[in-house]
């Protein structure tokens, strides 16, 4: 079994309850981040200059 079929086979057989809190706050945490960079970089000049590509 590769190892992307064992992470998948992992995922799928975890449930929220078994994800330490310290976890799942880091990973809040994260994804807000993310949010909050792709927002902050939306108005510089080579996010312009991409979406003026499509």
């Known amino acids: ?8 086979k992992h995922v799928l057989s975890s449930s929220l309850e078994t994800i330490p809190e310290k976890a799942m706050e ?3 945490l994260s994804i ?3 949010i909050a960079c792709a927002i902050g970089g939306s108005n510089d000049p080579i996010a ?3 979406r003026n590509l499509g």
Do not use: G, P, Y
Not at 1 to 8: F, G, S, Y
């Open 1 to 8: 079994m590769d190892v992307t079929t064992q992470l998948v």
């Open 26 to 28: 880091r990973a809040k």
């Open 32 to 34: 807000l981040d993310t």
């Open 48 to 50: 312009r200059f991409s």
